[in-house]
């Protein structure tokens, strides 16, 4: 089901913006920005194109970059899935510049169940799941729906976001518009992190992209569901389980993630996730549990390859590369540490998938984590980019 329009052929322009030169206070409704500044200029170019329903615009969030249209236009939100080539039944969060631009815009006010982590999360990497709101009421008695049908294909419900990022932010404050964005990258390939990675794969299909330099958190957003019982995370992103339990109130102690605890399917839940993900073109290994640092069953498994791989290797917390036999080590030709903590892991994980590509290696083998804090979004997304997991001694053949 993905989208047959192909995007009118454009020369995509990438334009710097300067975060220091936008003041956006969390409570502000409007931004504060350096009208002199190269900053002011491509923004409101980016707004001018946004308004007009030329094409989408790639722009920086603090999670990943992501490719915005108006939400309340069906034209646009076309364009958006024609330029990424994603599948017509996955739907798009909007992102919003305030909490009384929904209200005023949307005519949604946000529901109780999401005050306290409205409240401590957002601006941030915090998607919400509303009730659709009513369609508007047209002179002529017809009805308009409030969010365009395109951003919300087969859903009863929408996901709002308040990106932290002050570029996103003034830009949809700019456009006074509801922006859908989904992350900037080609449907199924890593989300982009960089402005680099957005023309990666966007070259000639976007007329812009903004570049604010490299995204700080590094994976999308955590999207809840506070509208069924018990409150579900439909995809782990950059607010932790544990915050969201912490954070959210007596209600959200109970929350559930995903298949295994909620008993049901995360696929039919948040339709985008039973599609291919965050596949780079190299095949990926993913170790998980390998604690003694040595390498255990990847000395194993580079032992038994065959052939001529190149082969590139993302060590976290416990592959010990300078403790591997020299047979272990002439088979690697790229190694790219993704880092210790969760956050840095997080950073690095999708920019490091696509460095390994551009190298041309044939075979990624990549450390997983634990699953607790941001280990449970960064093991979402490396599960989805593997075609091979070896848990804990199990070999699990994904593809
Ligand atoms: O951090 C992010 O969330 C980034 C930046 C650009 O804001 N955006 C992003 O969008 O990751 P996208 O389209 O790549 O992923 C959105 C996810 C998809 O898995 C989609 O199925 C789910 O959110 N989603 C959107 N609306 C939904 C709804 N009404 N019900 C259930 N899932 C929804
Ligand atoms: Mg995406």
Not at 174 to 199: E, K, L
Request: contains cysteine.
């Amino acid at each position: 089901m993905a989208s047959s329009a192909s995007p009118a052929p454009f020369t995509t322009e990438i334009l710097p913006v300067v975060l220091s030169d936008i003041d956006f206070p969390r409570e502000a409704d409007v931004p504060c920005i350096q009208q002199s500044s190269v900053t002011f200029a491509n923004l409101h170019k980016a707004a001018d194109i946004i308004t007009k329903h030329i094409a989408p615009v790639a722009f920086p969030t603090e999670t990943v970059y992501g490719l915005g249209a108006s939400a309340l236009s069906s034209t646009a939100v076309r364009q958006i899935f024609a330029a990424k080539n994603r599948p017509s039944d996955n739907p798009l969060i909007v992102h919003i510049s305030s909490v009384s631009q929904l209200q005023r815009v949307l005519h949604t006010k946000v529901p109780e169940v999401y005050e306290p982590l409205v409240q401590k999360f957002w601006p941030g990497p915090l998607t919400i799941i509303l009730p659709l709101p009513d369609p508007i009421r047209n002179k002529d008695g017809t009805e308009t729906p409030a969010v365009s049908p395109a951003c919300t294909p087969g859903q009863t419900t929408f996901g709002v976001r308040m990106p932290s990022h002050p570029v996103a932010r003034a830009l949809i404050a700019i456009t006074d518009t509801p922006i859908a964005a989904p992350s900037a990258n080609a449907s199924s390939r890593p989300s982009p992190t960089t402005a680099m990675h957005v023309f990666t794969d966007m070259a000639g299909r976007i007329p812009l992209i903004l570049d604010g330099g490299p995204c700080n958190v590094g994976l999308e957003s955590t999207v809840i569901d506070g509208t069924v019982s018990p409150p579900a995370v439909l995809r782990p992103g950059g607010v932790s389980i544990e915050d969201i339990r912490k954070y959210g109130g007596p209600l959200w102690k109970d929350v559930v993630t995903g298949k295994s605890e909620a008993g049901r399917d995360e696929k039919v839940r948040t339709p985008g996730m039973k599609y291919r993900h965050y596949s780079p073109k190299a095949k990926v290994v993913v170790f998980v549990g390998q604690g003694d640092g040595s390498g255990g069953q990847v000395a194993k498994y580079l032992r038994d390859l065959t052939g001529d791989l190149k082969i590139g290797v993302l060590p976290s917390r416990s592959f010990n590369l300078t403790s591997w036999d020299d047979e272990m080590k002439k088979k690697v030709s790229i190694v790219k540490e993704l880092g210790k903590s969760g956050a840095e892991i997080s950073r690095n994980l999708f920019a490091h998938l696509r460095d390994l590509d551009d190298a041309g290696v044939d075979l990624i083998i990549a450390e997983g984590v634990g699953e607790e804090d941001e280990g449970a979004a960064i093991m979402n997304r490396l599960r989805k980019a593997a075609t091979e997991l070896l848990d804990n001694g199990q070999h699990i053949v994904k593809k």
